[in-house]
């Protein structure tokens, strides 16, 4: 029964964790800037503020997924997620790497979605 108990407290415990899915739509042809940016700065800042990238993806041979970036963060809690984000947008080399990127517009428009695991989720 104090096992169970246990486990009880772990599943409520890890109820707040959530996933935010980013899809980046770049301008036509800047695809390979974005990876780039990604790869060399963006990745690194997102570590620095606990912002836990589980992947980046692009889409393959999907011709209306053309010009399109997908990265997924787990957080904590939606409490954290928003912590962290703020904190990072706060840091000058960040604000730097924006008006670098708005300048160059690699973006067209972020779509950003927050999710909770299902009960039956391998990923929780």
Sequence with gaps: MTA??????DVRADSNRVFELRIYHTVP???PALESRFREIYSKLLAKYDLQVV????????????????????????????KN???M???PEVQE???????????ERI?????????????K
Excluded: C, Q
């Design 4 to 9: 169970r108990l246990a486990h009880m407290d």
């Design 85 to 87: 984000w703020d904190a």
């Design 55 to 82: 992947g980046y993806w692009v889409p393959e041979a999907e011709a209306d997924w053309d010009n399109t970036f997908v990265y997924l963060v787990a957080h904590s809690s939606r409490v954290e997620a928003k």
């Design 111 to 123: 779509d950003r979605i927050y999710m909770r695991s299902t009960d039956f989720s391998p990923m």
């Design 89 to 91: 947008l706060a840091d």
């Design 29 to 31: 042809g800047k695809l």
């Design 97 to 107: 790497a924006i008006k670098s990127e708005e300048a160059n517009k690699l973006v």
